[in-house]
């Protein structure tokens, strides 16, 4: 069983950038595939970036060429780099977690962090 504990959330200027981290503990993060996702208020929750295997990285075009995902296997923490930030990106941030690799659907995932508040102004 996997526990996961984003931080890092806050508000923010627009064009500003920050750094969110999901530390997990009960396994190793190469063992699966981790994404981020967001829901923005209103909306629907949506894949951000998904990193398999350790070494596969994918992102999502809304947030392409300003987000970046990483992880730190000694610290078993999961990264997310975001520039560039706008209004459109605030939403809570949620990372994620399942055996395996390729997932892409929220639906997909098994391990939930409870989520970190990003609001641009």
């Known amino acids: 069983h996997v526990q996961l504990v984003e931080s890092g959330g806050g508000p923010v200027q627009n064009g500003s950038s920050l750094i969110l981290s999901c530390v997990a503990s009960?396994?190793?993060?190469?063992?699966?595939?981790v994404g981020w996702f967001r829901q923005p208020p209103g909306k629907e929750r949506e894949w951000v970036a998904t990193?398999?295997?350790?070494?596969?990285?994918s992102i999502a075009d809304s947030v392409r060429g300003r987000f970046t995902i990483s992880q730190d296997n000694d610290k078993n923490t999961l990264f997310l780099q975001m520039n560039s930030l706008n209004t459109d990106d605030t939403a809570m941030y949620y990372c994620?977690?399942?055996?395996?690799?390729?997932?892409?659907?929220?639906?997909?995932?098994?391990?939930w962090g409870q989520g970190t508040q990003v609001t641009v102004s």
């Open positions: 994620a977690a399942v055996y395996g690799i390729g997932a892409r659907l929220d639906t997909e995932y098994t391990y």
């Open positions: 009960g396994d190793t993060y190469n063992r699966y595939c």
């Open positions: 990193l398999d295997g350790g070494k596969i990285t």
